[in-house]
């Protein structure tokens, strides 16, 4: 809506390993531009800003920091653990090891968060390498009992963790809706009213007279 108003900016960091599809998650959350056929480069860093209506009237702008695919016994950054407001991890489905880096960056994001309350989800990204056309029929049928495998997996370790796991699908935009608004309510819920009007009044005429 065009009187809606850009209220605050949270600070995200999106991580996993290397090829799981974050930067392609991003760009067609973003620009909608995405499809099977386009080439997405290895990304060393790189930050996206994305206006998000959560249906409060106003829009939660949420700024997101890409980082650089990890692999092997890789750590994220310690930098990008101290000033983010959220997490997003990303890992693919047909991939164990992807998941299984999750629960390292989620300890780490434990250990320097600073008493401060740090909000994670988990994205499986159902669309993140092959394709059925580049699998045989045999191939196909191997790959969908490992990913239901992995899925299960991730969702016992979400529930046990206490976070949110999203299965999407980065060729479908609509897919990836629910995660980022799910996240930026969560970070913003909307403010309580008092249910006491003349506490509320008297606070007002108190503010007042201190400023004058």
Request: glycine letters at 6%; aromatic letters at 8%; proline letters at 5%.
């Amino acid at each position: 809506m065009l009187t809606s108003k850009i209220s605050k900016v949270g600070k995200v960091v999106i991580c996993g390993a290397k090829g799981v599809g974050k930067t392609t998650i991003l760009e067609q959350l973003i620009y909608g531009n995405i499809t099977i056929e386009t080439e997405i480069h290895s990304t060393i860093e790189d930050t996206y800003v994305a206006s998000v209506d959560t249906g409060k009237g106003s829009r939660d702008t949420l700024r997101i920091y890409d980082t650089a695919g990890l692999q092997g016994n890789v750590q994220l950054p310690r930098h990008y653990l101290t000033y983010p407001d959220a997490f997003i991890l990303v890992y693919d489905p047909s991939d164990p090891s992807s998941l299984d880096m999750l629960g390292g960056i989620k300890s780490d994001i434990e250990k320097y968060k600073d008493k401060k309350e740090i909000f994670v989800i988990v994205i499986a990204n159902m669309r993140s390498r092959q394709t059925p056309s580049d699998m045989s029929h045999l191939e196909h049928l191997l790959n969908n009992d490992a990913v239901e495998s992995n899925l299960t997996r991730a969702n016992n370790w979400c529930a046990r963790e206490r976070i949110k796991h999203y299965p999407v699908n980065a060729m479908e935009r609509a897919s990836l809706y629910e995660p980022f608004i799910q996240l930026a309510s969560r970070l913003y819920p909307p403010a309580t009213k008092s249910s006491f009007p003349q506490l509320r009044q008297l606070t007002q005429k108190t503010s007042k007279v201190d400023n004058s």
